[in-house]
């Protein structure tokens, strides 16, 4: 790679650094009650409401293994 190419890229990659967001605040990540009615309102927003619809054992939606494979085989 030319040197100057590389240099490109090296000032590029600081830039990027040197543009992060600032860090968001702890508080917007900590857990709050559910408000149901926020949360119809959302679904509804995205045509997702139908979901909704249904009542879903969430713990069991994430066990198993989906496609049945054995990822601990590759």
């Known amino acids: ?3 100057q190419v590389y240099l490109q890229q090296v000032e590029d990659a ?3 650094f040197q543009t992060l967001p600032p ?4 508080k917007l990540f900590e857990r709050r009650k559910i408000d149901e ?8 927003k995205y045509g997702l409401h ?4 249904y009542d879903w054992d ?3 939606a994430l066990d198993g293994n ?3 494979d054995d990822p601990s085989a590759y």
Do not use: S, T, W
């Not at 139908?50 to 619809?53: R, T, V």
């Open 1 to 3: 790679m030319p040197k």
């Open 14 to 16: 600081r830039l990027v």
């Open 23 to 26: 860090v968001p605040d702890p």
């Open 37 to 44: 009615e926020e949360v119809m309102q959302i679904l509804q």
């Open 50 to 53: 139908k979901a909704a619809m």
């Open 58 to 60: 969430y713990e069991a």
């Open 66 to 68: 989906y496609f049945e």
